[in-house]
């Protein structure tokens, strides 16, 4: 069974979410863990770390990440930006990106309070959000040299009582 676990960077798992991050999302397009650390220096210390997880004879094993940077906006409202989403390409179809996307949001909005979470997006990956109820922005541009979206979703209305 896979669950979705918040880590910390000392945390014995942390060397598998870099590696995994490290391969599926870095390495594809030419940068290092440490280029993309370099990208915002002090963003990986701050961010909350979370990693779904499976058993496995040799151990656990991490088969998917994703990262929660908290901010503020032009507003001064407290943001999440959701970053490094990536399941192992052997386990991708099985639900256990959603199942990420599912604890950053109950994260995000049930234990932090946050009113709105976003991600920017590469175009490939758009309808996974979508999937999710995530929508869009317009605007297309680059980041590291790959063209993305603004994607963002706001907390769920409370139930009227
Ligand atoms: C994108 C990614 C995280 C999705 O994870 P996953 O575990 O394969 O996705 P899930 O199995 O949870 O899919 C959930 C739903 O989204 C859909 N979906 C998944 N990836 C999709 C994509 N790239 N485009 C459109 N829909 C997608 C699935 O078909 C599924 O739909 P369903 O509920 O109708 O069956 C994964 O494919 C991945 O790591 N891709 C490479 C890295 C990447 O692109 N990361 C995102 C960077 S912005």
Not at 13 to 37: C, M, N
């Amino acid at each position: 069974m896979v669950k979705v676990t918040h880590i910390s960077m000392d945390h014995p798992l942390y060397e598998q979410e870099k590696a995994l991050r490290t391969s599926v999302l870095l390495e594809p397009i030419g940068y290092s863990f440490q280029d993309y650390l370099d990208m915002a220096p002090g963003r990986e210390e701050v961010s909350e770390h979370f990693v779904a997880i499976v058993d496995h004879p040799s151990g656990t094993r991490v088969v998917g990440t994703a990262t929660l940077y908290i901010s503020e906006d032009e507003h001064g409202e407290r943001v999440g930006k959701v970053q490094q989403v990536c399941v192992d390409p052997q386990r991708q179809g099985e639900g256990i990106g959603q199942k990420l996307m599912i604890a950053m949001e109950a994260r995000g909005f049930g234990d932090l309070g946050l009113t709105q979470l976003y991600c920017h997006a590469q175009l490939s990956a758009l309808g996974f959000y979508e999937r999710l109820g995530w929508s869009c922005e317009d605007q297309t541009f680059l980041e590291a040299g790959i063209e993305h979206k603004r994607m963002f979703i706001a907390a769920p209305k409370p139930a009227e009582s």
